[in-house]
């Protein structure tokens, strides 16, 4: 029940493409759900996080999804860049501590 | 946003060999926790660190193998003990506050041989 599922395990979509990661939970006492981005030799860094009273939020080109109902929630990435490849990890909290996704290997061509 | 330092930014030990990182957080923050990341893996949750009192351990970790200290809201440290090449890994310290995410330093990439 603590568990986060996050597909696809990696992607690959051309420069401008609008790449989607899904997130699903168990727990209804999540109550914030992070995105975390995080490149080679570093440490994960917040992207934007989401809790449940609202159904999307956008900062920038990067826009969260969330349905309550189903217990899932999404990553999308607007006109995405070169600079967007990373790994992407999505996360869920009732405590403070987090619980992670598998993580997602977005490539983005040139 | 907090800043998370960690020291040492990466090890090479021997195996039965001890390590100790430090995380060091440039504000007072409520909370600290210390993950481990395999390579090429998503983070697992280590434990709560609690100023002033014990570590909190998830399931599969024990004090005994992750002595975990915090003696005050900017700083924690994680000892791993008695390494085997199966705790090759990055260790990561996160930190924040109740209204505010957490934010992780830039770990400490660990080598056993």
């Known amino acids: 029940q603590q568990q986060v599922k996050q597909s696809p395990q990696s992607l690959i979509v051309q420069k401008g493409g609008i790449p989607i990661i899904n997130c699903a939970y168990e727990?209804?006492?999540?109550?914030?759900f992070p995105w975390y981005q995080q490149f080679p030799g570093k440490g994960p860094a917040l992207l934007i996080a989401i809790r449940p009273d609202v159904s999307e939020k956008k900062e920038g080109r990067f826009t969260i999804s969330f349905n309550k109902s189903a217990k899932q929630f999404s990553l999308h990435i607007m006109d995405s860049q070169p600079g967007d490849s990373a790994t992407y990890f999505c996360a869920a909290s009732n405590t403070g501590k987090l619980i992670f996704g598998q993580g997602t290997t977005l490539q983005v061509k040139p | 946003s907090a800043v998370i330092s960690q020291k040492p930014s990466r090890d090479i030990c021997q195996r039965g060999t001890s390590l100790t990182i430090q995380c060091q957080v440039d504000?007072?923050?409520?909370?600290m926790f210390w993950y481990r990341q395999q390579p090429g893996q998503s983070l697992t949750l280590i434990a709560t660190a609690n100023q002033g009192s014990e570590a909190t351990y998830e399931s599969g970790f024990v004090i005994d193998k992750f002595p975990i200290s915090r003696p005050n809201l900017t700083f924690s440290t994680l000892t791993v003990s008695n390494m085997s090449p199966e705790d090759s890994s990055i260790y990561l310290c996160s930190a924040g506050t109740v209204n505010s995410p957490l934010h992780f330093g830039n770990g400490t990439r660990l080598t056993v041989t």
């Open positions: 504000s007072q923050v409520t909370m």
């Open positions: 727990n209804t006492a999540f109550d914030y």
